[in-house]
């Protein structure tokens, strides 16, 4: 029933930035907490951030944390991720999902198995 389409990545120096996007289909999006997720090349996915439905509340992968910001628009189906001091490490396939667990904790909102939705994925790549 929910569709979601990435945009945003491409390629960038180290210490450059980059703003991801993610337009989610239906009219429901605005009750579902959302998360990014990013795969690095020979790599398992990996948490990013997350946010919850009213866009209150905020949690991020340690390795991202004061770098890179999440955000949403219910007005417009969209979630966002303004990356900031990008660095190599960052390389990855991200990828926005809905959240559809009905667990409450930080520890849960990191867990890749708390998510049904996912989008095809925008490449990010970061040079040195």
């Known amino acids: 029933q929910v569709q979601l389409v990435e945009s945003g990545g491409g390629l960038v120096q180290a210490g450059g930035s980059l703003r991801l996007s993610c337009a989610a289909s239906?009219?429901?999006?605005?009750?579902?907490?959302m998360g990014w997720f990013r795969q690095p090349p020979g790599k398992e996915r990996e948490f990013v951030a997350h946010i919850t439905w009213n866009g209150r509340n905020t949690y991020y992968a340690d390795s991202v944390k004061g770098r890179f910001t999440i955000s949403r628009d219910n007005a417009k189906n969209t979630v966002y991720l303004q990356m900031n001091s990008l660095k190599p490490e960052d390389t990855a396939i991200y990828y926005c999902?809905?959240?559809?667990?009905?667990?409450?904790?930080?520890?849960?909102?990191?867990?890749?198995?708390?998510?049904?939705?996912w989008g095809q994925g925008t490449q990010v790549t970061v040079s040195s």
């Open positions: 999902a809905v959240y559809t667990s009905v667990r409450r904790t930080v520890l849960e909102a990191m867990r890749v198995q708390n998510y049904d939705y």
């Open positions: 239906g009219r429901t999006f605005s009750t579902y907490a």
